[in-house]
């Protein structure tokens, strides 16, 4: 009874985050398709096939890819793309399979999740705003307004964290999903036979006949898919049971309802094209459903920005990302986080993209790139997963990879052509956020090699000691090191400049793993050397937060006499100069980012009033 109930909770908390995106899919969806940027005609013929390729759509990306395939590659009970890279990547080492590609497929994948995490809140809320001027006109030029004042609003409260309005988020996406669905319904009473859509015959026959109009109509039809990678990405928070029960109990009948009203709605009356979502419900309940709207588009845009702060941290962890100021909004979750930086950088990328296009119809165009571009990437990686994880067969992995693989691309190509209209600013945003992550991984391992290129033997260093050592004064000294091996050259400095060392040197080196999480017990590992001198080797997933006062009280455990008090922090600060030259511009890019990287003070939470940093320059 217990488990039942637990999985009732966890049901309703995945209603609420897991499926705003794809839940609001339905206010521009049809719209898209029949006054998009590439429209076709409304006839009955053209409606029945509509929503049969959404209907089959959803059941085969949604429930059969992501739902039955995708979500059983959970890394440790992680999901999302950043977490399915690194389990390919993992099972890929064990087989002895090339790893680059994935590197790269996975990395842009991450950096197409933010160009979603853009466009997805203006497409959203502008959307649901958008409802008002049915009800009064005369509020059409303030549609913009209204809109930025809203996702001003969301931005804002994001460093208050999701659980204050965490519990919130269930009920109106239940109360959401229940409306949209009796709406459709009241409107497939009046057409019924609309539910004959439900063949895939008319998908396939309109496919086949009517090929250039089903290739512009896919570029519309997968905005009814948008949102199904969060499905996946939020298996940590959920786990894989309650986010199968919401969609096939509530969520995929919901939306099923409310597309085949709307397709009812658009075959009695083709005028109702200009919004069929806001024209389903009767006169008396608009101002309801616009309210009840603009919440749950809310709702979704939240869902999508925690998302990106999410990736944000994870590719911290895993090196593709300089430090950032995190905040844990949550002293219980450790997935619950709040980046100002990417926070408010959101806001004016997303606040451009609203004054720019104008309107809902607009930003269609733009929103498709981004989300069948992660699709593909998806099904590749899920490819390595099921040979080298799962050890399918060859005909098992090759045939269930080419399936996704024709609808993938067929839904990509479709968003290609809308390149010109918009799509190219996903594609931008991508590419950019690629660049930024490649760049830092590249020029840090760049940086790190040039500086172990010029490290002292750790092992000779401490014989030298041992035979003329400098002055020990009392307590313990912490140096941080990227790398294990060779003498950190905070420590040299030190030395140099006060010709002292503690009686306890303790080298700490930081290591992100591939696994989400690394259970305490197995987070530090030390090593003893003579003299004094001790290695600690710290273990975190990509989902842990770095604390190293808390791993040197672990540390305890295996030996180390670790007093706050006692103790003081030596912190290299490198100073990085690059060559002159427009051949140089990636370096230039990393020394920025290196320059405006967050302390790793603050990012590794040690107290400032124990920090010593000493500095050099360097050239890259």
């Known amino acids: 009874m217990e488990d039942k109930t637990s999985l009732k ?14 839940g609001t899919s339905p206010l521009y969806t049809m719209r898209e398709v029949f006054a998009g940027a590439n429209p076709i005609a409304i006839s009955v013929e053209n409606v029945f096939a509509i929503l049969s390729l959404i209907f089959w759509s959803l059941i085969l990306v949604v429930s059969v890819k992501y739902v039955a395939i995708v979500m059983r590659a959970d890394n440790n009970g992680a999901g999302g793309i950043i977490a399915l890279m690194a389990l390919a990547l993992r099972t890929a080492k064990k087989a002895s399979s090339g790893l680059n590609w994935m590197i790269v497929l996975g990395i842009f994948g991450a950096a197409l999740f933010f160009a979603d995490g853009v466009i997805t809140p203006a497409i959203s809320v502008l959307s649901a705003v958008e409802g008002i001027q049915l009800l009064a006109p005369a509020f059409k030029d303030h549609i913009l307004i209204i809109t930025l004042i809203v996702l001003f609003g969301l931005f804002w409260a994001q460093k208050r964290g999701t659980g204050a309005i965490g519990a919130f988020f269930g009920p109106v996406m239940c109360a959401w999903f229940v409306s949209i669905a009796i709406f459709g319904v009241l409107n497939i009473y009046n057409e019924p036979r609309v539910l004959m859509a439900l063949n895939p015959k008319y998908a396939i026959d309109f496919v086949i006949h009517h090929k250039e109009a089903a290739f512009f109509s896919l570029g519309g039809v997968v905005l009814a898919l948008t949102g ?8 940590g928070h959920f786990g894989r049971k309650p986010i199968e029960v919401a969609w096939f109990w509530l969520i995929f009948p919901s939306l099923t309802l409310n597309y085949f009203g709307q397709g009812a709605l658009l075959i009695h009356d083709a005028t109702s094209i200009r919004n069929p979502f806001y024209l389903l419900a009767p006169s008396w ?9 603009t919440a749950a588009t809310i709702i979704a845009s939240q869902a999508v920005i925690s998302g990106s702060f999410s990736v944000a941290r994870q590719a911290m962890q895993l090196g593709y990302s300089p430090r950032m100021n995190t905040e844990f909004t949550s002293e219980h979750k450790i997935g619950q986080v709040y980046l100002p930086f990417i926070n408010w950088m959101l806001f004016i990328f997303i606040s451009l993209l609203v004054v720019s296009f104008k309107s809902s119809t607009n930003l269609g165009a733009a929103y498709g790139m981004a989300v069948t571009g992660t699709m593909v990437i998806t099904t590749i990686l899920t490819f390595s997963v099921a040979k080298n994880h799962w050890k399918w067969g060859w005909f098992a992995r090759v045939s269930m990879t080419a399936v996704f693989l024709v609808v993938d691309f067929s839904y990509f190509g479709a968003n290609a052509i809308k390149i010109e209209e918009g799509g190219w600013i996903p594609l931008l945003i991508g590419l950019s956020v690629y660049v930024l992550m490649i760049t830092w991984k590249q020029g840090s391992a760049r940086h790190l090699s040039r500086v172990a290129a010029d490290e002292m033997d750790l092992e000779e260093f401490i014989r030298r000691l041992e035979a003329k050592g400098p002055h020990r004064i009392e307590g313990m000294g912490v140096y941080l090191k990227a790398s294990p091996v060779g003498v950190p050259r905070a420590l040299l400095r030190n030395l140099y400049h006060y010709h002292a060392l503690h009686d306890a040197v303790v080298i700490v080196t930081v290591k992100a793993t591939d696994v989400p999480h690394i259970p305490e017990s197995e987070q530090v590992k030390v090593e003893h050397l003579n003299s004094g001198f001790h290695k600690i080797y710290v273990n975190y997933g990509f989902k842990d937060a770095p604390d190293i006062p808390h791993a040197l009280e672990l540390s305890k455990a295996q030996g180390i006499d ?15 100069r690059t060559r002159r030259g427009l051949r140089s511009w990636r370096e230039k890019l990393f020394a920025w980012m290196f320059k405006n990287a967050w302390s790793a003070t603050d990012y590794f ?5 124990r920090v010593i940093e000493l500095g050099s320059q360097r050239v890259l």
């Open 285 to 293: 309940a608009l101002i309801p459903m616009i309210i009840l709207a």
């Open 562 to 576: 670790y007093e706050p008090m006692r103790t003081t922090y030596f912190l290299g600060k490198d100073s990085l």
């Open 228 to 235: 199904a990678e969060a499905l996946y990405a939020d298996i």
């Open 605 to 609: 939470r040690i107290p400032p009033s």
């Open 9 to 22: 909770k966890l049901a309703l908390g995945a209603i609420g985050v897991v499926y705003g995106d794809i």
